[in-house]
């Protein structure tokens, strides 16, 4: 009997994804490949410009892709997709090489960036984007130069994400970009 329950704790720790000490292991990010296909839209994810996103859920070691960081926080506001989310990650704009290719390795964890919101600059598949930033200053830099507010996770409003007729974040929309499917970014010199 005391052999197995030293046998059984340690499965149990393997199972729940405990480390040794205990501490719950948070999946890291997989690096972006060709491989890669959006959760909504059944895509390449390299085919669109703009940030990415990805969804570990439980232990299953697999991310689940997204297109744009839009997407990637429609999936936790939506109350029909998984709950049992271990971890969020999105690109790091501060570090993207370009919007066009935003990095394969760069990524944040999304409750932790700094998001513009209502920018001029539009997702990979022309919606509003939720660019996010690893620090502050980045997201005040880039909104300065292409508009928009900056936000928490916590902060992005749900009508702004899920697009909610007459909501706010289509009144945020500057008129020169209406209808526009993709704007370069302005980051600067």
Request: glycine share 10%; net charge negative.
């Amino acid at each position: 009997m005391r052999l197995l329950l030293p046998a059984a704790i340690a499965a149990f720790m393997v199972l729940a994804g405990c480390s040794d000490n205990g501490e719950i292991e948070i999946p890291k990010p997989v690096a972006l490949t060709e491989a890669a296909v959006g959760h909504y839209c059944g895509m390449n994810v390299l085919e669109h410009p703009g940030p990415k996103g990805q969804v570990m859920l439980g232990q299953i070691p697999e991310p689940i892709w997204f297109s744009s960081a839009r997407d990637v926080v429609a999936f936790t506001m939506l109350p029909e997709e998984p709950k049992n989310i271990s971890a969020i990650y999105v690109s790091d704009m501060a570090k993207a090489p370009s919007w066009e290719a935003p990095g394969a390795e760069n990524w944040i964890e999304a409750r932790q960036a700094f998001y513009v919101i209502g920018s001029s600059v539009r997702g990979g598949m022309g919606a509003l984007e939720t660019v996010p930033f690893s620090t502050e200053a980045a997201a005040a830099e880039f909104a300065e130069k292409n508009g928009g507010q900056v936000v928490s996770f916590v902060d992005i409003p749900r009508d702004y994400v899920l697009g909610a007729a007459g909501s706010a974040a289509e009144d945020d929309v500057p008129p020169e970009t209406t209808g526009a499917t993709h704007q370069e970014p302005d980051h600067g010199p």
